[in-house]
């Protein structure tokens, strides 16, 4: 793995080129300083920045970003001043721009780390043989004012002219995941903050090496370079050839990588032995637990809602078949310039294993203890439980969990029960430095709600919203898209960036149209489930974040509500809490293959989202609520836009394809037209 070195003179001449702020900051004892963790507010304020230096670290070797990251932690605990540049999906500069603070960019990221060396004590060295010793050196670099360093760079640290000392070598000290999380919870746990929790994937960055694997041969090719989608078709492989492994590989290549125009996928079914062991369409919930590495491939954003890889990209799906399978066949909807192979892919070694460093600066900075725990294997599960239970409820968990889908699903579940919430963040760039920016935004003045008609009413939201990382990066790409704002949409987002990322909430609220709505995402302050929620806390908390959703404007929550990964309603006492403690108009519920309208106790319009994940499926739905509509009283209709397939465009073609009979309206007036036509009071 390359590595980029500076020779000494640059080194010494760069330490007197950045702001005075790094040679200022030495002289304060930041081994005391800490953000505010007032028990006033649910997340730790920081200190205004007034200048940043910003390091492009996002072609950095992982092991550079977990240093940078981590140096970012402990100088931004008592002023923010590095900025680490790790994500494009937006625009490098993009957020760096909008937040109004001076900034000098660095190319070379060894200029910043040179000039602010002196303010980390040492590094923390990792062991790459157990990769969970990356969380468990961050909670230490957090605890000891200290850098984390994977061997290689140990090396090079300790010399001239960094000289850094080494505090921990965690090399050779566990054997495994539960040993290294173990020996934390035991004796570091009662060191770090109980304000929040963090949980961060040292493998998240895990990639296929470039190239084709070995074991991988081409089972399907388009020989033409086809462009017109005219060889779409439903084709048959055999994948019997590549059984005996745990699992097999499907991987989609760009046949024709000079021209632009790659594969396009829309839906794959697999059988082993004749039982369907796996089906999902492109874009959707159910695609994510087989869609192994994305590589650099998109979902589209037009009426295709396929994924594509163009100019030498790719996209690999595993499949687990039953052991003693005979027989496995992959039914693949495609078409366009394809090139399809299958193999197994052997473990990467140690050294394939890439770290990242987002969010990592947060946890440094606030000394919080960092863990990865699967809740589906019991062992990890009595852990994760264990320290879940040792925090008041209300404590937010911030990053993500093991197991993708079925993790997120017993993990929010398990959260929830201990009155714990979830802010996904474990793809979040900077929360130190915006976390020091301040509110300040003014909402745009809203239209006027339409006249109650007999009309079939349609409300747009777009999923996600409980997602810290989609507020910055997904939801900025599609807020960019130039169709927003000609129809009416609702924009599902947390109201915890009012102090974990102001700087962001300011730019939706600033530049919203009055078509466009922020709403809470699930469910409600943060992301969990309400019926997990212990009754005895419920409605403590949710008194304590109402001043969040008020302040952000975002008086309408979107509800997540499962018991064992399926959807299930609000109970009565939990319903009347959002409505009385949340003091909210409406709820939209779930994400499901229906629509409908509750009025639960007699006053509070509960609408089921029906989800879509492309305009042919919108336009679907809502003609067949056309046909079965009889006309004599309006009709409501809640359509989910998946964020990760649909925008702002797709919202404007399914809405020009309706006809008088249709309006689509914002959820504030689409609850409000509900409660006009049940005859319920105006909410307050």
């Given at each position: 793995?390359?590595?980029?070195?500076?020779?000494?003179?640059?080194?010494?001449?760069?330490?007197?080129?950045?702001?005075?702020?790094?040679?200022?900051?030495?002289?304060?004892?930041?081994?005391?300083?800490?953000?505010?963790?007032?028990?006033?507010?649910?997340?730790?304020?920081?200190?205004?920045?007034?200048?940043?230096?910003?390091?492009?670290?996002?072609?950095?070797?992982?092991?550079?970003?977990?240093?940078?990251?981590?140096?970012?932690?402990?100088?931004?605990?008592?002023?923010?001043?590095?900025?680490?540049?790790?994500?494009?999906?937006?625009g490098k500069l993009t957020w760096l721009k909008d937040i109004n603070v001076p900034y000098t960019l660095h190319q070379d990221y060894w200029e910043v780390f040179s000039a602010y060396r002196s303010e980390v004590k040492g590094m923390i060295v990792y062991d790459p043989e157990v990769p969970d010793t990356i969380n468990v050196a961050t909670t230490l670099a957090g605890l000891k004012n200290a850098v984390v360093a994977?061997?290689?760079?140990?090396?090079?640290?300790?010399k001239a002219p960094y000289k850094l000392k080494i505090i921990d070598d965690l090399r050779g000290k566990f054997n495994s995941r539960m040993d290294a999380y173990t020996w934390q919870y035991e004796n570091l746990w009662k060191k770090t903050t109980h304000q929040m929790l963090v949980g961060l994937d040292p493998d998240t960055a895990i990639r296929i090496p470039s190239g084709m694997p070995e074991s991988f041969v081409t089972i399907a090719e388009e020989k033409q370079q086809i462009r017109d989608a005219s060889n779409r078709d439903t084709y048959s492989l055999d994948l019997s050839s590549l059984l005996g492994e745990t699992s097999v590989y499907l991987r989609f290549d760009d046949a024709f990588t000079q021209d632009g125009w790659g594969p396009a996928v829309h839906e794959i079914t697999v059988k082993a032995d004749g039982e369907?062991?796996?089906?999902?369409?492109?874009?959707?919930?159910?695609?994510?637990?087989?869609?192994?590495?994305?590589?650099?491939?998109?979902?589209?954003?037009?009426?295709g809602g396929h994924r594509f890889a163009d100019n030498g990209n790719y996209f690999v799906?595993?499949?687990?078949?039953?052991?003693?399978?005979?027989?496995?066949?992959?039914?693949?909807?495609?078409?366009?310039?394809?090139?399809?192979?299958?193999?197994?892919?052997?473990?990467?070694?140690?050294?394939?294993?890439?770290?990242?460093?987002?969010?990592?600066?947060?946890?440094?900075?606030?000394?919080?203890?960092?863990?990865?725990?699967?809740?589906?294997?019991?062992?990890?599960?009595?852990?994760?439980?264990?320290?879940?239970?040792?925090?008041?409820?209300?404590?937010?968990?911030?990053?993500?969990?093991?197991?993708?889908?079925?993790?997120?699903?017993?993990?929010?579940?398990?959260?929830?029960?201990y009155g714990v919430y979830v802010l996904a963040a474990d793809w979040f760039s900077n929360l130190t430095v915006f976390s020091g920016t301040e509110p300040k935004f003014t909402p745009v003045k809203k239209s006027a709600r339409p006249a109650l008609e007999n009309k079939i009413y349609v409300t747009y939201t777009f999923t996600e919203g409980d997602n810290f990382q989609y507020n910055q990066h997904r939801m900025r790409v599609m807020w960019d898209d130039p169709a927003r704002g000609k129809v009416p949409i609702n924009w599902t987002s947390s109201p915890l960036l009012y102090e974990g990322a102001p700087a962001i909430l300011n730019y939706y609220v600033n530049t919203a149209t009055p078509n466009d709505l922020l709403i809470a995402g699930p469910s409600g302050a943060g992301y969990f489930y309400p019926g997990a929620w212990p009754d005895s806390s419920f409605r403590q908390f949710l008194q304590q974040t109402e001043k969040y959703?008020?302040?952000?404007?975002?008086?309408?929550?979107?509800?997540?509500n499962r018991v064992d990964s399926e959807n299930v309603p609000l109970t009565p006492f939990k319903a009347s809490a959002y409505e009385k403690d949340y003091k909210a108009p409406g709820l939209f519920i779930s994400y499901e293959d229906n629509y409908g309208v509750e009025i639960v106790g007699d006053s509070l319009p509960i609408s089921t989202i029906r989800?879509?994940?492309?305009?042919?499926?919108?336009?679907?739905?809502?003609?067949?609520?056309?046909?079965n509509w009889d006309g004599k009283s309006?009709?409501?209709?809640?359509?989910?836009?998946?964020?990760?397939?649909?925008?702002?465009?797709?919202?404007?073609?399914?809405?020009?394809?309706?006809?008088?009979?249709?309006?689509?309206?914002?959820?504030?007036?689409?609850?409000?037209l509900i409660r006009e036509s049940y005859h319920l009071p105006a909410s307050k």
């Amino acid at each position: 793995m390359a590595r980029r070195f500076t020779i000494l003179c640059l080194a010494f001449l760069c330490a007197f080129s950045l702001t005075a702020g790094a040679a200022s900051a030495s002289e304060t004892d930041v081994q005391t300083a800490k953000p505010d963790g007032s028990k006033h507010r649910e997340l730790p304020s920081f200190k205004k920045p007034k200048h940043l230096d910003a390091a492009d670290i996002y072609d950095a070797p992982g092991d550079i970003k977990l240093l940078l990251g981590t140096l970012q932690g402990i100088v931004n605990r008592e002023q923010p001043r590095i900025y680490l540049i790790e994500s494009q999906e937006e625009g490098k500069l993009t957020w760096l721009k909008d937040i109004n603070v001076p900034y000098t960019l660095h190319q070379d990221y060894w200029e910043v780390f040179s000039a602010y060396r002196s303010e980390v004590k040492g590094m923390i060295v990792y062991d790459p043989e157990v990769p969970d010793t990356i969380n468990v050196a961050t909670t230490l670099a957090g605890l000891k004012n200290a850098v984390v360093a994977s061997p290689e760079l140990a090396v090079k640290l300790s010399k001239a002219p960094y000289k850094l000392k080494i505090i921990d070598d965690l090399r050779g000290k566990f054997n495994s995941r539960m040993d290294a999380y173990t020996w934390q919870y035991e004796n570091l746990w009662k060191k770090t903050t109980h304000q929040m929790l963090v949980g961060l994937d040292p493998d998240t960055a895990i990639r296929i090496p470039s190239g084709m694997p070995e074991s991988f041969v081409t089972i399907a090719e388009e020989k033409q370079q086809i462009r017109d989608a005219s060889n779409r078709d439903t084709y048959s492989l055999d994948l019997s050839s590549l059984l005996g492994e745990t699992s097999v590989y499907l991987r989609f290549d760009d046949a024709f990588t000079q021209d632009g125009w790659g594969p396009a996928v829309h839906e794959i079914t697999v059988k082993a032995d004749g039982e369907q062991i796996a089906k999902f369409v492109v874009g959707t919930p159910e695609e994510e637990s087989f869609l192994y590495d994305r590589q650099n491939s998109k979902v589209s954003e037009g009426q295709g809602g396929h994924r594509f890889a163009d100019n030498g990209n790719y996209f690999v799906y595993e499949f687990s078949p039953p052991a003693g399978t005979q027989n496995l066949t992959a039914e693949v909807d495609m078409w366009n310039q394809y090139k399809v192979s299958a193999g197994n892919i052997r473990p990467l070694s140690a050294e394939q294993r890439e770290p990242y460093a987002y969010l990592r600066d947060y946890a440094v900075a606030n000394k919080a203890m960092v863990f990865w725990l699967d809740s589906n294997v019991p062992e990890q599960k009595a852990l994760f439980e264990k320290i879940m239970s040792d925090v008041k409820p209300g404590t937010p968990y911030l990053g993500w969990f093991s197991n993708d889908v079925e993790g997120e699903f017993s993990s929010v579940e398990i959260a929830s029960r201990y009155g714990v919430y979830v802010l996904a963040a474990d793809w979040f760039s900077n929360l130190t430095v915006f976390s020091g920016t301040e509110p300040k935004f003014t909402p745009v003045k809203k239209s006027a709600r339409p006249a109650l008609e007999n009309k079939i009413y349609v409300t747009y939201t777009f999923t996600e919203g409980d997602n810290f990382q989609y507020n910055q990066h997904r939801m900025r790409v599609m807020w960019d898209d130039p169709a927003r704002g000609k129809v009416p949409i609702n924009w599902t987002s947390s109201p915890l960036l009012y102090e974990g990322a102001p700087a962001i909430l300011n730019y939706y609220v600033n530049t919203a149209t009055p078509n466009d709505l922020l709403i809470a995402g699930p469910s409600g302050a943060g992301y969990f489930y309400p019926g997990a929620w212990p009754d005895s806390s419920f409605r403590q908390f949710l008194q304590q974040t109402e001043k969040y959703m008020k302040k952000t404007g975002m008086t309408i929550p979107y509800v997540l509500n499962r018991v064992d990964s399926e959807n299930v309603p609000l109970t009565p006492f939990k319903a009347s809490a959002y409505e009385k403690d949340y003091k909210a108009p409406g709820l939209f519920i779930s994400y499901e293959d229906n629509y409908g309208v509750e009025i639960v106790g007699d006053s509070l319009p509960i609408s089921t989202i029906r989800g879509i994940s492309t305009v042919q499926d919108g336009l679907q739905v809502l003609n067949d609520a056309k046909a079965n509509w009889d006309g004599k009283s309006p009709l409501f209709v809640s359509l989910g836009l998946l964020a990760w397939s649909t925008t702002p465009s797709d919202a404007l073609a399914i809405t020009e394809e309706l006809g008088s009979e249709f309006k689509v309206v914002r959820a504030d007036d689409y609850f409000s037209l509900i409660r006009e036509s049940y005859h319920l009071p105006a909410s307050k």
